[in-house]
Protein backbone atom coordinates (compact mmCIF):
# COMPACT_ATOMS: atom_id res chain seq x y z
CA UNK A 1 0.00 0.00 0.00
CA UNK A 2 1.25 3.67 -0.97
CA UNK A 3 2.52 5.14 2.56
CA UNK A 4 0.76 8.43 1.47
CA UNK A 5 -2.39 6.81 0.99
CA UNK A 6 -2.41 4.97 4.16
CA UNK A 7 -1.55 8.12 6.37
CA UNK A 8 -3.93 10.30 4.61
CA UNK A 9 -6.72 7.32 5.30
CA UNK A 10 -5.26 6.69 8.92
CA UNK A 11 -5.73 10.52 9.36
CA UNK A 12 -9.63 11.17 7.75
CA UNK A 13 -9.79 7.94 10.38
CA UNK A 14 -8.94 10.35 13.52
CA UNK A 15 -10.27 13.23 12.24
CA UNK A 16 -13.50 13.06 14.03
CA UNK A 17 -14.87 15.24 16.65
CA UNK A 18 -15.97 13.31 19.19
CA UNK A 19 -17.26 15.91 21.83
CA UNK A 20 -16.88 19.57 19.81
CA UNK A 21 -18.76 21.32 22.91
CA UNK A 22 -15.94 19.99 25.36
CA UNK A 23 -14.06 22.72 26.90
CA UNK A 24 -11.30 22.77 29.87
CA UNK A 25 -13.26 22.14 33.45
CA UNK A 26 -13.23 26.14 35.02
CA UNK A 27 -14.54 26.80 38.41
CA UNK A 28 -16.64 24.17 40.20
CA UNK A 29 -19.72 21.92 39.21
CA UNK A 30 -22.27 19.61 40.82
CA UNK A 31 -23.15 15.83 38.79
CA UNK A 32 -23.67 12.84 40.69
CA UNK A 33 -20.96 11.03 39.45
CA UNK A 34 -17.42 11.67 37.80
CA UNK A 35 -15.48 9.74 35.13
CA UNK A 36 -11.94 10.84 34.56
CA UNK A 37 -10.62 8.99 31.03
CA UNK A 38 -12.82 9.63 27.61
CA UNK A 39 -12.20 6.71 25.70
CA UNK A 40 -14.30 4.08 24.75
CA UNK A 41 -14.59 2.61 28.76
CA UNK A 42 -15.37 6.01 30.47
CA UNK A 43 -17.88 7.41 27.50
CA UNK A 44 -19.56 3.91 27.45
CA UNK A 45 -19.95 3.91 31.12
CA UNK A 46 -21.05 7.87 31.32
CA UNK A 47 -23.86 6.64 28.75
CA UNK A 48 -25.08 3.73 30.79
CA UNK A 49 -25.19 6.11 34.39
CA UNK A 50 -26.77 8.51 32.03
CA UNK A 51 -28.94 5.81 30.66
CA UNK A 52 -30.01 5.47 34.65
CA UNK A 53 -30.72 9.11 35.54
CA UNK A 54 -27.48 10.03 36.52
CA UNK A 55 -25.75 13.46 35.95
CA UNK A 56 -22.41 12.62 34.27
CA UNK A 57 -19.22 14.84 34.00
CA UNK A 58 -16.29 13.13 31.71
CA UNK A 59 -12.68 14.32 32.45
CA UNK A 60 -10.27 13.88 30.15
CA UNK A 61 -6.78 15.16 30.59
CA UNK A 62 -6.18 15.10 26.60
CA UNK A 63 -8.94 15.34 23.66
CA UNK A 64 -12.05 13.55 24.38
CA UNK A 65 -11.64 9.92 23.16
CA UNK A 66 -7.86 11.49 21.56
CA UNK A 67 -5.62 8.28 22.91
CA UNK A 68 -6.15 4.35 22.01
CA UNK A 69 -9.60 4.30 21.50
CA UNK A 70 -8.88 6.84 18.16
CA UNK A 71 -5.97 4.17 16.98
CA UNK A 72 -8.01 1.08 17.30
CA UNK A 73 -8.29 -1.61 14.78
CA UNK A 74 -12.23 -0.98 15.18
CA UNK A 75 -12.52 -5.16 15.04
CA UNK A 76 -14.95 -6.36 17.62
CA UNK A 77 -14.03 -9.56 18.95
CA UNK A 78 -15.52 -11.81 21.69
CA UNK A 79 -12.64 -13.97 22.16
CA UNK A 80 -9.02 -13.20 23.42
CA UNK A 81 -6.46 -11.89 20.91
CA UNK A 82 -3.60 -14.24 22.45
CA UNK A 83 -5.90 -17.36 22.14
CA UNK A 84 -8.53 -19.09 24.05
CA UNK A 85 -5.91 -21.72 24.21
CA UNK A 86 -3.68 -19.93 26.23
CA UNK A 87 -6.20 -18.25 28.09
CA UNK A 88 -7.72 -21.80 29.76
CA UNK A 89 -3.87 -22.58 30.80
CA UNK A 90 -3.81 -19.30 32.68
CA UNK A 91 -7.34 -18.87 34.21
CA UNK A 92 -9.31 -22.10 33.62
CA UNK A 93 -12.10 -22.83 31.46
CA UNK A 94 -15.05 -21.07 34.17
CA UNK A 95 -13.25 -17.15 33.45
CA UNK A 96 -12.26 -17.58 30.34
CA UNK A 97 -16.26 -18.74 29.93
CA UNK A 98 -17.21 -15.25 31.58
CA UNK A 99 -14.86 -13.45 29.52
CA UNK A 100 -16.32 -14.46 26.47
CA UNK A 101 -19.49 -13.99 27.78
CA UNK A 102 -18.81 -10.59 28.90
CA UNK A 103 -17.06 -9.54 25.50
CA UNK A 104 -19.77 -11.32 23.44
CA UNK A 105 -22.05 -9.02 25.15
CA UNK A 106 -20.28 -6.08 24.65
CA UNK A 107 -20.46 -6.77 21.09
CA UNK A 108 -24.28 -7.14 21.10
CA UNK A 109 -24.82 -4.13 23.56
CA UNK A 110 -22.83 -1.97 20.98
CA UNK A 111 -24.93 -3.11 18.24
CA UNK A 112 -27.89 -2.24 20.51
CA UNK A 113 -27.33 1.05 21.16
CA UNK A 114 -26.44 2.17 18.12
CA UNK A 115 -29.56 0.84 16.67
CA UNK A 116 -31.31 2.70 20.23
CA UNK A 117 -29.66 6.40 19.38
CA UNK A 118 -29.48 5.86 15.79
CA UNK A 119 -25.94 6.38 15.09
CA UNK A 120 -24.31 5.60 11.90
CA UNK A 121 -21.41 4.76 12.48
CA UNK A 122 -20.57 1.98 10.03
CA UNK A 123 -21.17 -1.26 12.73
CA UNK A 124 -21.59 -4.57 10.67
CA UNK A 125 -21.11 -7.86 11.96
CA UNK A 126 -19.35 -10.40 9.70
CA UNK A 127 -17.22 -13.56 10.23
CA UNK A 128 -13.86 -13.92 11.60
CA UNK A 129 -10.63 -15.94 10.90
CA UNK A 130 -7.68 -17.39 12.54
CA UNK A 131 -5.99 -19.25 10.34
CA UNK A 132 -2.55 -21.44 10.83
CA UNK A 133 0.33 -19.59 10.25
CA UNK A 134 3.17 -20.57 7.79
CA UNK A 135 5.24 -23.08 9.07
CA UNK A 136 3.45 -24.23 11.87
CA UNK A 137 1.67 -27.05 13.21
CA UNK A 138 -2.29 -27.57 12.26
CA UNK A 139 -2.02 -29.03 15.96
CA UNK A 140 -2.54 -25.47 17.12
CA UNK A 141 -5.81 -25.07 15.08
CA UNK A 142 -6.97 -27.97 17.12
CA UNK A 143 -5.97 -27.28 20.11
CA UNK A 144 -7.89 -24.03 19.93
CA UNK A 145 -11.64 -25.40 18.04
CA UNK A 146 -11.08 -27.63 21.24
CA UNK A 147 -10.85 -24.78 23.73
CA UNK A 148 -13.14 -22.83 21.72
CA UNK A 149 -16.49 -25.12 21.94
CA UNK A 150 -15.27 -25.38 25.85
CA UNK A 151 -16.19 -22.01 26.30
CA UNK A 152 -18.76 -22.21 24.39
CA UNK A 153 -18.04 -19.65 21.35
CA UNK A 154 -19.25 -20.82 17.95
CA UNK A 155 -16.86 -21.71 15.87
CA UNK A 156 -16.12 -23.76 12.52
CA UNK A 157 -13.01 -25.37 11.00
CA UNK A 158 -12.20 -25.00 7.36
CA UNK A 159 -9.51 -25.55 5.18
CA UNK A 160 -8.55 -22.62 2.85
CA UNK A 161 -7.53 -19.07 2.95
CA UNK A 162 -8.34 -16.92 -0.42
CA UNK A 163 -4.98 -15.50 -0.13
CA UNK A 164 -1.43 -16.61 -1.88
CA UNK A 165 -0.47 -19.77 -0.92
CA UNK A 166 -3.06 -20.33 1.38
CA UNK A 167 -4.91 -23.15 0.26
CA UNK A 168 -4.55 -25.82 2.51
CA UNK A 169 -4.04 -23.82 5.54
CA UNK A 170 -6.30 -24.82 8.54
CA UNK A 171 -8.79 -22.32 9.43
CA UNK A 172 -11.30 -21.03 12.58
CA UNK A 173 -13.84 -19.07 11.56
CA UNK A 174 -15.90 -17.58 14.26
CA UNK A 175 -19.32 -16.05 13.36
CA UNK A 176 -20.81 -12.62 13.76
CA UNK A 177 -18.35 -10.46 14.97
CA UNK A 178 -18.27 -7.22 14.21
CA UNK A 179 -16.40 -4.04 12.82
CA UNK A 180 -17.47 -0.03 12.83
CA UNK A 181 -16.15 3.12 13.35
CA UNK A 182 -15.73 3.90 16.90
CA UNK A 183 -14.79 7.92 16.67
CA UNK A 184 -18.16 7.85 14.94
CA UNK A 185 -20.00 5.33 17.61
CA UNK A 186 -18.66 7.59 20.94
CA UNK A 187 -19.45 10.97 19.23
CA UNK A 188 -22.95 9.71 19.15
CA UNK A 189 -22.90 8.28 22.78
CA UNK A 190 -21.50 11.84 23.90
CA UNK A 191 -24.59 13.66 22.10
CA UNK A 192 -26.81 11.44 23.61
CA UNK A 193 -25.41 11.60 27.05
CA UNK A 194 -25.39 15.70 26.94
CA UNK A 195 -28.90 15.49 26.26
CA UNK A 196 -29.35 13.72 29.65
CA UNK A 197 -27.34 17.10 30.61
CA UNK A 198 -24.00 14.95 30.97
CA UNK A 199 -20.54 17.12 30.12
CA UNK A 200 -17.55 16.76 28.51
CA UNK A 201 -14.18 18.43 29.93
CA UNK A 202 -10.62 18.23 28.06
CA UNK A 203 -7.30 19.18 28.36
CA UNK A 204 -8.49 18.70 32.44
CA UNK A 205 -5.90 16.94 34.75
Known amino acids: MDPFIDRRSKSLWMD ?6 ATRLQGSNQCNVVIIGAGIAGISTAYELALGGSRVIVLDRGKIAGG ?14 DLTSA ?13 YESQAAAVDRIEEIQQRETIDCDFRRLDGSL ?24 VRRLVGVPLAHCAQRHVLRYPRQGTFHPLK ?17 CDTA
Open 87 to 99: MIGLRGEDTSRLF
Open 68 to 81: ITARTTAHLVPLCD
Open 16 to 21: VAVAPN
Open 131 to 154: FQARDTDAKIIEDELDAVRKVGAP
Open 185 to 201: YLRGLVAAIETKDGSFH
